[in-house]
């Protein structure tokens, strides 16, 4: 079964992952490469926020191009 490299996002099968391993809040993350692992050690919460922004709430402001005359 393919794991999923948390940083770029490709399949990696655990057997054979090239970046490692490593142990996160008691789960275990494999990485296609050493790169990849690197990134994750440094700053890993990072990678698991949601990547879509929330919209704000209040739909009572309104939007006007700046480049509207």
């Given at each position: 079964?393919?794991?999923?490299?948390?940083?770029?996002?490709?399949?990696?099968?655990?057997?054979?992952?090239?970046?490692?391993?490593?142990?996160?809040?008691?789960?275990?993350?494999?990485?296609?490469?050493?790169?990849?692992?690197?990134?994750?050690?440094?700053?890993?919460?990072?990678?698991?926020?949601?990547?879509?922004?929330?919209?704000?709430?209040?739909?009572?402001?309104?939007?006007?191009?700046?480049?509207h005359p």
């Amino acid at each position: 079964m393919a794991a999923r490299d948390p940083v770029c996002g490709m399949d990696v099968i655990p057997s054979a992952a090239r970046g490692g391993a490593v142990l996160y809040k008691e789960q275990t993350h494999y990485f296609c490469n050493p790169k990849c692992r690197e990134k994750f050690i440094a700053t890993p919460e990072m990678y698991f926020k949601p990547q879509k922004p929330e919209m704000p709430s209040d739909t009572t402001r309104i939007y006007t191009c700046p480049m509207h005359p």
